[in-house]
DNA sequence: CATCAGCAAATTGTTGACAATCTACAGTTC
DNA sequence: GAACTGTAGATTGTCAACAATTTGCTGATG
């Protein structure tokens, strides 16, 4: 048996991780309103499928948080309180600053890579600031976190923090926040990377943590004036 | 309707959840090898339910972490390396420097019950080293850590953690560690419990980090004589 | 008119059967 | 004898039908 190049194992992924994949991007951009139920039925004929591998990918989605499972009801959206915002953003923080001190004690050519990477995010993120393209930018702020963490290399990390991002997006989406401070939006990421490269360990956590302050506070004073939020 | 006191909703939680948490339960505690498959039928059969409900716990598993799916191959217990080792113990730290600073923040009523359930299990811990019951040791432990973190009070935080947990546990199992450092055991968690109580922020931080560091030095020492790992 | 029992529709939970795929082994060919 | 091919068994993936439960409505009853 001789290696082929630019071969690869056809469709590899099973099948309910490929439908809780999509669902999670569809729940996440908003499809589904907070608290609503999910039809197995309709949700199977529209992928053209039958129940059980919908029901599979649901379990996933509950075991992960996004969904709740009430015995003989079914499934729901995960419906988000203020103390959610703030029990996210605080396990948000702590993976992030795990991630920057890995960062910075691996130092090596990873480093280097994420920290390309995430430049570019922010040139991506200046010009649709311009364009004022909020879903992009919402996109675009989450590939910035998302990057960084993934540039630790520790895959448990990136795990636990893909989900805490899909609930950040729902934050946003759910709340219809649109970025109440634009203006420093580009520079806050930026004084991040920027203090990433210096190898400023201890102002690094502190931005990360400022970071996260700042965007409960928008949050939860944008929750004041919506309905959705008791 | 009157509310009556004490009186709960039997049997709320959805089949796929209690299957999964049995099952999780057996994965820890050794009852399937690392890497081996985990055969639908007999599971099912072992369980007198239907594969349908089988499959949709492996599929919570997969997400979880503990279980890894191959396409029409099945399903397959987590093979940890070194690598993995290093990761948990990372993430664990992370996740227990946070409600660490959580519990010093609080520091009301919650975080001293923290405190007495902590000093009851470390009084339990030292009555199972002077038995030399390593079973009960390993989950003394590790419920020392769930209830440090329980304690901060954040639902995300702990759902993190009892699957960082799990894999502990397995961790510890697979490579038969009879927790060579016995003798500082006890000692270890009570110092964890005194900077706590003393509100000792620094040091607590510390603490934690050198008993996670410990943690994978023992583990890493442990694997080098052990066939699983390569 | 309020309340409650009972019924009907919809949805989830479960099951067994069938199809697709992989693995291992035997047989064949060079 | 080595390597390849084909087949048989086992296991997973998928599906549609059936059972159980919840929910909303209807109407009887005080």
Sequence with gaps: MTAAEGLFVLEGRPTAQLIADQLREQIVQGAFRPGEQINESVLASQLSTSRGPVREALQRLCQEGILVSRRNRGVFVLELAIEDIREIYAAREAVESTAA?????????????????????????????????????????MDFHTTFVAGAGNSRLMRIYETLAAESRMCIFNLEVSYPRIDVLVEEHQNILDLLEAGNREDLFKAIKRHMQKAVEDLTAASEDNEIFA
């Design 101 to 141: 001190a890995a960062l910075l004690d691996a130092g090596s050519k990873s480093t280097r890579d994420t920290g390309l990477a995430l430049k570019r995010i922010i040139r991506d993120m200046a010009k649709q600031v311009a364009l004022s393209d909020w879903r992009a930018i919402a996109r675009l702020d």
